[in-house]
Structure formats: structure tokens, C-alpha cells
């Protein structure tokens, strides 16, 4: 007898098989009826849109999409690497929040940006803990000697912070970011396009044995999937969404990192550029994000981006103007973030921002204000009223 | 007999010997009851300020200002360098627009930043046409080499394109930006803190002598002013109000091309700054710059410099979104603009923008919607209303 739980991984490994991740369609289905129902409407056949029975038919033909879900979860068992599900504690609760991204941008890529069904984890640490507090850093691949400089640096002071670098294992910026968290006994996740047991590329399989380690391999994909050139680009939207904030060190023009970039800001997530030589093509992407971009922020450090990422103020370097008499003179946004607040209880940053409507950055920014205005408090990871100011 | 327009000459040289150029109750002064009128006043001992009193009295102990003035006349009628007054046709209008700046730092260097009373020029081109269509260019003294190849490069391009090159005659970026501008047998200027006679620094004499040939050199400091620490930040006022616009190439955290920076925003000036690998100390100050003024705008290039600076469109990369239904649907600034138009003739930007109350660079970018909405056309060097439109 197969119990509800294991029902649902079969399906969602069975349907990133039959689609990619990221499907709008498929995506919103399992948000309806769950993912064991959708896969069972759609090998059935039992769909109104006539494309995704063609597509679920073909798919099926080269391989039963049931059969090829359980042999992959065994196979994933015997070389160490685990499902994990939104049922799971340690499903990394921020890419969901791909669910309501609007990109203005067309075509497939640009559309199919809906929350991932799963991941395949390698390594001992829990995902979601992992990615609390973590940082993306990006780049190009043909990085110069600067750049993977910067990168590993930066990688380094954040992680010696206790803070988690994320990147997508690629050469260059990628690797010297993982590389530099590495150095610094901290810890490092790889989020890959193909499946977790032969990461790509294949030049950097000491890398990646290191960080399965320490640190995490993940990946939406599961076992035996290749790197098609596509997945790249719908991985890029979980290391947007997965993290507190993304840093692009070297990009040249219109590239993956670029694109990535899009995804961060779209998301209202910190997106972050290091600058460099005007005389550098490595730097182009970076610099026509700048300046295409008003919410793109330029840093220089470590120290900078944790101002970016850091919580409740917790790395805030400017001073922050609370209002003068508390609650009377509270501008709109803290407002909303007051009467989003339970009466009782405390509630997360992200709690907050959808019960008021507002982005998780506005939030924390103006919850640094009203905690210095004394109208809130710090409990656990969230904030409450405090007593004596309701 | 000396004439009215003598006395004003002698009397701006001298006032400017007496006090230091920007000097606000001296300038307030010159502007409510003439120069001649506040220089007799000065040396009779008839102002209420007793400081005034006192620095005019001891200053004029040492030698007596009118004569001092006169000498300096005549010392640079034989040097070549002619005297540019406000009342001269080549008086470069925009630097007036030092009357309504607001700084909110503190400090002597801060608060004296009201216009120049006059001009020592040496060069045959008038000073008004050449500053028309002028850009600055500054940076680092100590400046890489990565610095100078930009700042001559991005110089030689402007000057090429028939733009002036403004800089401030110092070693290292400077030096680059005046040298660009020469290569490309443009005009460059450069605007000193010491006597035109004997420009400092010593070891760009000849790269001065060749700037005086084709170019300007210009400085609002009496022939034999020695090139004083606290002349160079009062200067720098003068460079950024002069100019459509300022790049800053290279600076150090802190440093003199910061402070030119906070004049040019506080003017509304475009205000450019070239980023550089941020390992670089020579590029703290400009990474500083950007991060801490969201009117401040990367550049990388000539072109988007002069996406900056040029006029009424003339460089607009952006596809411009005029109105739908031309005047039904005017903005608030569009309205303004129009409103300030005279029924008949031409104004320049400048005059709209103080008629409306907004600043020349709004005026600019909303000049060219309103020309390609068809309700403005350019006439000489301003825009009248289109005939039919009204």
C-alpha cells in the first residue's frame, strides 16, 4: 500500500519528468487538486488543453512517467540524495513567492517562471534552514582574474559571517564563489540544471564533491537528467527565488546572469551589482543593469550586501528616522504593516507582506522603524505588538 | 574720465582681491547696488557687518584694492588673459545658477558658493559658445591607469563630437581629459584656482600652453593669485555650474571630485561617474558617489554621456513617449513649460526653467516629448510654440 506522502513524491518527480519545472499550467494544477490528482488527470488523458495531452502522450510513449518517478527515487536513495517536497520542514518556503512574478518579458522561458514541484537534495544540512540566510552570488563563466577575485572574497567574509552562498557551479564567477565559501568553512549551495549524482560540469567535480560535503547540491531535476541548454535559464529563477538576495559579479552583455538578474528584481529580492573596468566585456551586463535598473544596487563588499540582505535592520548602516510621535505621524506602508500585525502572537516578515500587500523588503525596512519607534518587537524570527503600545 | 563699465571691471577684480570668489554677503551686495557702488562701500567702511568691515580694512592695508586692480588690468592686457565680466556677451549664463544653490553642508566652503564676479580668460574663443556645449570631466590626481585611458578616451570622443572639455588643469585625470580633448583637435578648458598667467600644477606648463592655443584657460582669481589649498574646492563650484554636465573618472573616498559631485547634483546638473574594479582605491569615491545619491548615473561611455547632457532630445537613446493626445494630455511639467512660452519669439531652456520654477534638465527632457507631441518647435537656440498647435 503506498501512502499519501509517497503518492505525492512519485507525482511531482513524475511531472517535472513529463515538463519542465516551472510549467504555469501544470503548476497551477497541482496548486488545485494536488500533484498525485494532476498526474493522474493528465496520464488519463482527462485535461481540457489538447497541448498538454499531446506533450503528456509523447513523453509517456518513451518511458511510463510512474515507472521512470519510482526507479529515479530509488536510484536517488542508493547514491544519497533525497526528495523534497512543500510538505517537507525544510522546503525552502521563499520559492514560492515564484507563484506571483510578473514578467513583462514574452516567450516560453519568461512564462513558465510558476514555483518548483521538488528538489533533489544532496548533502546533510536541511535545504530551507540553509537558504534562510543566504546569498546568491552569479556570473559569467569566462570571468577574469578581478572577478573571480571579487567573487571569492565576497564569498568568503559572507560565509565567515555564517551566511550561505549560493551559485550555479558553471566555471568562473560561479565556481570562485563556492570556492571562496568553501575557504572560509562555510557553507555553500550548488543549484544545478541536470541531476544531482553527475553535477555539470564535469571540470568542476572535485568542487562539487567538496560541497556535497559541507554544503548542498540541489536540483529541480532529477537523477540522470542531462544539462540541456534551456534548463539553465529555469534554473536561474530558483537562485532568484531561493535567496535573500542575488550579487552578479561579472556579466557581459544580455547574459544568463542578466537574466537572472530580471528574475531578482521582479521579485523585489536585493539585487545587487559589482561594478568594474568600463574597459572590461565582463562587465558590460553588470553596468546595463545599473543603469536599466533604479531598484539594481551597486556594492562594493560584503559589508554591502549584508545592508541589502540583513534583517529587521539587524546590518541597517544608515540611520533610520522613526517617526517622531510613534504611531500618530506613521506614513501608509507602516500602517498597513500595523493593522497586518495579529493582535496576538507574532507574525514573519513574509506573513506580514502578504496580509498588507507590500514587498518583503518594504517590510523589513519599515519594521526597522517601527521597532526603533517602540511599536513592535522582535519574537523568535518574527515580530509582535508591543504591549504597552496597543 | 573712466567709464561706468570701467569702474565695474576694476571694481569686480578688486572685490574679488579682497574677498575670496563666492563669498555670499559680498556677492548680495554687488547684485542689489552694483560692483563699483559695493566696492566704494567696502573701502568707506559703509556696510553693517563689522567682520566685513574688518576684512576689507586689514586686506587693504597690505595693498590698496583699486590700485591692486588696476595693475592687474593692465599686467593682463599684456599677458594675453582679457577680463569677462557679466555685462560681456561672453559671460557663460549658466554658472549664475550658483545663486539658488542649497547645499546642506556645512562649513565656509559650502556656504560661499554664489557666482563668480569675473573671469580672467586667456584664448581667442569667447567663453559664453565654448561653455555652451561643455562637459567636465575630473577625477584623481593619483589617478591608474586604467583612470586616464578612460578619461581620454571618453574626452576625445566628446571633443570630436564638437563638445568642450572642461577640467580643472591638474595631474592624472585632468590632465588625461584636457589631453583627450586636444588629440581629437577639440576645445578643451581649464578652469584654474591660481592666476591664468602662470597655471599650476608647473609640470602641465606645456600641456597648458597648448590648451591656451586652441582652447581656454580660465580662472575668477587676479593675475598673480597663487594657487591656495582652499581655492581648488571653491573652484570647483564653478566647473560644475559652468557645465551641462560632470564625469567624475576616478576619486578617492572623500576627495575633491566628491565635492564637485554634491555641487553638481545640488544644481540638478547631470552628474556622471565612471565606475572601475572595486578593488581600486582610485574608485571608492566613485562607487561612494553612486551608491549614495540616486540622481547620480553610471556611465561607461561617451554616448551615454551625452544621452546625459544633450539637449532637447538630440541624444535620447530611449524611445520617447509623447502624449496621446498632445495637449489634452499634458503632464504637470509639460503644462508648466507651455505655460511659460512666450505667445510670440523663442526662450531658451533656461528662461522656461526658471519661468516655470523647474530645473533645465526637466525642462530638456520634457522639451523633447513636447516636440515630438508637435506642440513645440526648435527656433535658433530655444523653442517657440508650434503655429498651429496653439
Not at 534552514?129 to 567574509?157: C, F, K, L, Q
Not at 509582535?384 to 496597543?390: I, P, T
Request: hydrophobic share 45%; net charge neutral; charged share 25%.
Amino acid at each position: 500500500m503506498t501512502s499519501p506522502d509517497q503518492l505525492d513524491r512519485v507525482a511531482r518527480v513524475a511531472l517535472t519528468w513529463l515538463f519542465e519545472p516551472g510549467h504555469r499550467a501544470v503548476w497551477t494544477l497541482v496548486q488545485e487538486v494536488g500533484a498525485a490528482e494532476t498526474l493522474d488527470r493528465l496520464l488519463g488523458g482527462d485535461v481540457p488543453d489538447h497541448r498538454l495531452r499531446a506533450a503528456v502522450a509523447a513523453r509517456n510513449a518513451i518511458t511510463d512517467a510512474r515507472r521512470f518517478a519510482e526507479t529515479a527515487l530509488d536510484r536517488g536513495e542508493r547514491l544519497g540524495a533525497r526528495l523534497v517536497v512543500p510538505a517537507d520542514s525544510e522546503w525552502p518556503v521563499r520559492v514560492d513567492e515564484l507563484a506571483r512574478l510578473r514578467l513583462s518579458t514574452t516567450g516560453r522561458i519568461n512564462q513558465d517562471t510558476r514555483p518548483p514541484l521538488c528538489f533533489w537534495v544532496r548533502g546533510a544540512h536541511p535545504l530551507g534552514p540553509a537558504m534562510d540566510r543566504s546569498v546568491a552570488i552569479v556570473g559569467a563563466r569566462a570571468a577574469t582574474s578581478y572577478g573571480t577575485h571579487v567573487a571569492s572574497d565576497m564569498a568568503y567574509a559572507l560565509a565567515e559571517k555564517g551566511w550561505t552562498v549560493v551559485s550555479g557551479g558553471a566555471f568562473g564567477i560561479d565556481a570562485a564563489a563556492h570556492r571562496g565559501a568553501l575557504a572560509a568553512g562555510g557553507r555553500t549551495v550548488s543549484v544545478l540544471a541536470c541531476g544531482v549524482e553527475r553535477p555539470y560540469p564535469q571540470g568542476n567535480a572535485a568542487l562539487f564533491e567538496r560541497i556535497a560535503e559541507t554544503g548542498l547540491i540541489v536540483s529541480e531535476w532529477p537523477i540522470g537528467a542531462e544539462p540541456l541548454r534551456h534548463r539553465f535559464l529555469v534554473r536561474n529563477r530558483v537562485i532568484a527565488a531561493a535567496t535573500a538576495g542575488t550579487v552578479v559579479v561579472e556579466a557581459a552583455a544580455r547574459s544568463g546572469a542578466t537574466q537572472t538578474m530580471s528574475r531578482v528584481l521582479a521579485l523585489s529580492r536585493p539585487a545587487m551589482v559589482v561594478p568594474g573596468p568600463v574597459t572590461s566585456a565582463m562587465s558590460v551586463g553588470c553596468h546595463a543593469i545599473l543603469r536599466g535598473n533604479p531598484y539594481a544596487r551597486l556594492v562594493t563588499s560584503a559589508d554591502e550586501v549584508l545592508e541589502e540582505v540583513g534583517r529587521l535592520g539587524e546590518y541597517l548602516t544608515e540611520p533610520p528616522r522613526g517617526p517622531d510621535h510613534a504611531r500618530d505621524a506613521l506614513d501608509e506602508e507602516s500602517a498597513l504593516i500595523l493593522e497586518a500585525l495579529p493582535r496576538r502572537g507574532a507574525s514573519s516578515p513574509e506573513e506580514l507582506a502578504a496580509a498588507a500587500g507590500l514587498d518583503v523588503r518594504t517590510v523589513l525596512r519599515r519594521l526597522s522603524y517601527l521597532e526603533l519607534a517602540g511599536l513592535v518587537v522582535r519574537k523568535g524570527d518574527g515580530v509582535a505588538f508591543r504591549l504597552d503600545s496597543c
